[in-house]
């Protein structure tokens, strides 16, 4: 799937490229090829784009073919563009540099770590009640059965639906699978949806494990770069659907993860639109909903504007009561249901009963947990930022109004470099390029804040002496690379 940029397109995402830093001692071209290399470093222009003929590009922007002509040909010589005659010129990275997306990429188990490369926390204090109540007041209904039920616990599934339902998007039982975790929602979709080869359309950045799943099903993943501080591009986004008539999209509309941005409710609905004439299949990754920080009403969820039944949407209990329960779901149309059942059969079955009995005893307190988990993240979010602003001045971000996250602006493409640094003083970073497919995004680090307060102040004070000494020249000592798992 090649999509190209229109001239008017590539001429938004460029901004004030004339007047960037350092500017007044380089000429037009060098400042044009600079401005596109940045793009292309922060993941906001994909790879493997078309660029916009010369001419177009120079009428968008307003100089001259031949301004256009030598950045391009700077562009050829650094490696981030390649061209054939007639054919057109499509962005690359110098010397086919790549970036695995298959690593594992999950909680560690060392426990003097500061682990901020998981976006999770701790199980709500209303756990182990609602566990003790399930094992004593609800298991022994189903100690006379098989116990498998390849769709789910019928009263998980009425929990379930009921939360959409409330939502605003009408949804009976038949319409949930239960899953182990969104993650596996997420793979189940795309083994029936994306046949090897299939081109799927992702959000760049993006979740990590999203890509590791798409990687497994051999999709060809071409990338919408989100803006870091506005979010969604949305002409571009329609764009990329239109052009590309993907497969599949994966996004991720609340609180996305990594940049925290929160979809509008005229995108979802265009979104849909768009997806449906494209014969796109939109598959909305709602991990975050429930976590809203600031701010009155919340957008309609995605399938609200879905007619044609062009929207799965995947979510579960990790994020807002614990990951460690491995619950979540589709919610698709009934007969889709039962295919994913039939698929999900050949991989574990179903899940297991007693979780999901827990499940339904945690969604039953949902308000009261929910509430805490909010006022709690509220908290920590405030404290991370005002860490980040005594220790780490030069690095900026976008409060987001809910979720887990912080997505940060560096003062520099050093975040592989500050991750490796900061294991010596035992952190674990998540570095931007793992949100990416492709190396870019150098100049970003992910920072949850689902730690407690202190440990969140003791993480930034550490990450803070080790970007000091990268600057000192200082080289971390390096240890063997860790499986993050
Ligand atoms: C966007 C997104 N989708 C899916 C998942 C996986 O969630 P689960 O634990 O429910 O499988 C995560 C976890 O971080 C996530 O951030």
Not at 22 to 39: K, N
Not at 154 to 176: M, N, P
Not at 209 to 220: F, I, K, M, V
Request: charged share 20%.
């Amino acid at each position: 799937m090649t999509s190209t940029v229109r001239g008017t397109q590539l001429a938004r995402l460029l901004g004030q490229w004339h007047s960037l830093p350092g500017r007044h001692r380089s000429p037009d071209y060098v400042a044009l090829a600079a401005a596109v290399r940045g793009l292309l470093s922060d993941g906001r222009l994909p790879l493997g784009v078309r660029l916009p003929a010369e001419r177009e590009l120079a009428e968008s922007l307003a100089v001259s073919r031949t301004t256009v002509s030598a950045a391009y040909r700077t562009l050829r010589e650094s490696g981030h563009l390649t061209s054939r005659r007639g054919a057109g010129s499509w962005t690359t990275l110098p010397n086919g540099h790549r970036v695995a997306t298959s690593g594992l990429w999950a909680a560690g188990d060392d426990r003097d770590v500061i682990d901020l490369g998981v976006a999770a926390h701790r199980a709500p204090d209303e756990l182990l009640g609602a566990a003790q109540a399930a094992v004593n007041e609800d298991l022994p209904r189903y100690l006379g059965s098989a116990g498998y039920h390849p769709t789910g616990l019928v009263e998980l599934r009425d929990a379930v639906a009921a939360g959409y339902t409330a939502r605003g998007v009408a949804t009976s039982a038949e319409q949930i699978l239960i899953t182990a975790g969104t993650q596996q929602a997420l793979d189940l979709v795309l083994r029936l949806s994306v046949p090897a080869g299939s081109p799927v359309l992702v959000e760049a950045p993006t979740y990590p494990n999203a890509l590791a799943a798409l990687s497994a099903r051999r999709a060809r993943i071409a990338t919408h770069g989100l803006d870091t501080a506005t979010g969604w591009d949305a002409e571009m986004l329609l764009g990329a659907l239109r052009q590309g008539r993907p497969r599949c999209a994966y996004v991720i509309p609340e609180f996305h993860n990594p940049t925290g941005h929160l979809m509008d409710a005229g995108l979802r609905e265009r979104l849909v639109a768009t997806a449906h004439a494209a014969g796109t299949e939109l598959i909305v990754d709602e991990s975050f909903v429930d976590l809203q920080l600031d701010g009155d009403e919340m957008p309609p969820p995605v399938a609200v504007f879905d007619r044609h039944s062009r929207v799965v949407s995947i979510g579960g209990m990790s994020k807002a009561y614990w990951g460690g329960l491995r619950i979540g779901w589709v919610r698709a149309s009934a007969p889709l249901v039962q295919r994913l059942a039939a698929i999900r059969v050949g991989v574990d079955m179903a899940s297991p009963v007693l979780e999901q009995l827990v499940g339904v005893r945690l969604l039953e307190q949902s308000e009261r947990i929910v509430a805490a988990r909010r006022t709690e993240l509220r908290t920590r979010r405030d404290v991370l930022i005002d860490a980040l602003r005594e220790h780490l001045p030069e690095w900026t971000f976008t409060v987001p109004g809910g979720g887990v996250m912080l997505w940060c602006e560096l003062d520099g493409p050093i975040s592989s470099a500050l991750a490796r640094a900061a294991e010596d003083v035992d952190v674990r970073l998540a570095p931007g390029p793992r949100f990416g497919l492709d190396g870019t995004l150098e100049r970003f680090l992910r920072l949850p804040f689902t730690l407690p307060e202190g440990t969140l102040v003791e993480a930034v004070k550490r990450i803070a002496s080790v970007r000091y000494d990268l600057d000192r020249g200082i080289r971390p000592s390096w240890r063997s690379p860790a499986v993050i798992a």
